[in-house]
């Protein structure tokens, strides 16, 4: 699976792209045929609470899936979205079987 983190108007630290990449192996781990996984994390406005959004976007066969939340951190942010995501991989398998 390939994985693209996209930081804009930020930098990512090096322990936020290795926290990303772990739960990007939850998703690998879950699902094989996964093609491709894009975050992108964006600070909204610095001066206010729960400013960080992070997107998922997943690409199966056929299907993209989608995630977006909006927290205090990213890597709540991150956390929120992998689950959603997985729960949506879930249904895909249904409806494929």
Do not use: W
């Amino acid at each position: 699976m390939e994985l693209k983190v996209n930081a804009v108007h930020f930098d990512a630290t090096e322990k936020l792209h290795e926290f990303i990449e772990k739960k990007a192996a939850k998703l690998q781990k879950n699902c094989e045929q996964a093609i491709r996984a894009e975050f992108v994390l964006k600070v909204v406005k610095p001066e206010t609470a729960k400013n960080k959004e992070t997107a998922l976007n997943v690409s199966l066969p056929g299907t993209e899936l989608h995630a977006e939340k909006v927290c205090d951190t990213f890597e709540e942010g991150v956390d929120l979205c992998v689950d959603s995501v997985l729960r949506q991989i879930d249904k895909y398998k249904e409806r494929q079987r």
